[in-house]
């Protein structure tokens, strides 16, 4: 039997009329808001549609993802209604292709701050823009380019119970003791929050530190200071301390010899806490 939008009351349905009301404002990023029961992806589905030219401000709610994508690959599942999958175009303008790297990060640190405002939990970031809970993940991102814009797709695990994780390391809003888990208010602040980073970034040209983005960054980066272990994408393993995050939004991890190496993709594993 199919899933219905009232088996669940704590699961509530989101309304595409209610957010375009609250968010399709003059001067806003959002241009227009699509609610679907489901979907394959919503990046793929944003990505669809800015080949067909869509403007920049497009934004796909999926209730339920049946082949949701991570970085790397990996899929990211969630059961109907139990978490915030999205995915937004942007179409950055003046600002130079090679800054685009900062976008994932900004979204990030919209993540984040949402996260932390609405949910007054002790949230935090693992490069480049894993939402952190404790040491437990709890969102993830995925930019993609498509031509002159760029997608960027959120998966938020909100209400999922402690059987409904997709790993032991991963957690949700509710059982971090969130005191917000609708989705609703949840959805439209980190729109709003992206949106203001997004026009303080591209106001500057995407300048990382003219607009704050890299020092909000460095503030929320829990990698920062963190031995780490980097699987690079040929197959390599740098070990290392978290130094910085450069200008270009790459991670830089210091060798025991001291020696730098600034690290643009690459799953990161967090070895152990620093020392107190």
Same mark, same amino acid.
């Given at each position: 039997?199919?899933?219905?939008?009232?088996?669940?009351?704590?699961?509530?349905?989101?309304?595409?009329?209610?957010?375009?009301?609250?968010?399709?404002?003059?001067?806003?990023?959002?241009?227009?808001?699509?609610?679907?029961?489901?979907?394959?992806? @919503?990046?793929?589905?944003?990505?669809?549609?800015?080949?067909?030219?869509?403007?920049?401000?497009?934004?796909?709610?999926?209730?339920?993802?049946?082949?949701?994508?991570?970085?790397?690959?990996?899929?990211?599942?969630?059961?109907?209604?139990?978490?915030?999958?999205?995915?937004?175009?942007?179409?950055?303008?003046?600002?130079?292709?090679?800054?685009?790297?900062?976008?994932?990060? !900004?979204?990030?640190?919209?993540?984040?701050?949402?996260?932390?405002?609405?949910?007054?939990?002790?949230?935090?970031?693992?490069?480049?823009?894993?939402?952190?809970?404790?040491? /437990?993940?709890?969102?993830?991102?995925?930019?993609?380019?498509?031509?002159?814009?760029?997608? !960027?797709?959120?998966?938020?695990?909100?209400?999922?119970?402690?059987?409904?994780?997709?790993?032991?390391?991963?957690?949700?809003?509710? !059982?971090?003791?969130?005191?917000?888990?609708? /989705?609703?208010?949840?959805? /439209?602040?980190?729109?709003?929050?992206?949106?203001?980073?997004?026009?303080?970034?591209?106001?500057?040209?995407?300048?990382?530190?003219?607009?704050?983005?890299?020092?909000?960054?460095? /503030?929320?980066?829990? @990698?920062?200071?963190?031995?780490?272990?980097?699987?690079?994408?040929?197959?390599?393993?740098?070990?290392?301390?978290?130094?910085?995050?450069?200008?270009?939004?790459?991670?830089?991890? @210091?060798?025991?010899?001291?020696?730098?190496?600034?690290?643009?993709?690459?799953?990161?594993?967090?070895?152990?806490?620093?020392?107190?």
């Amino acid at each position: 039997m199919r899933d219905s939008p009232y088996s669940q009351l704590d699961r509530p349905p989101l309304s595409a009329p209610v957010l375009r009301r609250a968010l399709l404002v003059p001067d806003g990023l959002c241009s227009e808001i699509m609610v679907t029961a489901e979907t394959g992806s @919503t990046n793929a589905d944003v990505a669809a549609a800015a080949r067909g030219g869509a403007a920049e401000g497009l934004v796909v709610v999926a209730e339920r993802q049946t082949a949701g994508r991570g970085r790397l690959g990996r899929q990211w599942t969630s059961p109907p209604r139990a978490g915030l999958a999205f995915s937004a175009l942007l179409r950055p303008r003046d600002v130079p292709v090679s800054r685009y790297a900062w976008l994932p990060l !900004l979204a990030g640190v919209a993540l984040v701050e949402t996260v932390r405002r609405l949910g007054e939990v002790d949230a935090g970031l693992k490069w480049p823009n894993d939402l952190l809970i404790g040491d /437990r993940k709890c969102a993830g991102i995925l930019a993609e380019s498509i031509g002159d814009g760029v997608v !960027l797709g959120v998966g938020l695990n909100v209400s999922l119970r402690e059987p409904e994780l997709p790993t032991p390391t991963a957690t949700s809003l509710l !059982l971090a003791g969130s005191a917000c888990t609708d /989705r609703d208010p949840l959805l /439209r602040a980190l729109l709003r929050t992206l949106a203001g980073w997004y026009d303080r970034w591209s106001e500057v040209a995407g300048d990382p530190e003219a607009s704050g983005l890299s020092a909000a960054y460095h /503030r929320h980066c829990r @990698t920062l200071g963190r031995q780490v272990r980097v699987a690079l994408p040929d197959g390599s393993t740098l070990a290392g301390i978290a130094s910085d995050v450069d200008g270009s939004g790459r991670l830089v991890v @210091t060798g025991q010899d001291g020696a730098s190496t600034a690290v643009a993709a690459g799953d990161v594993v967090h070895v152990r806490w620093p020392d107190s």
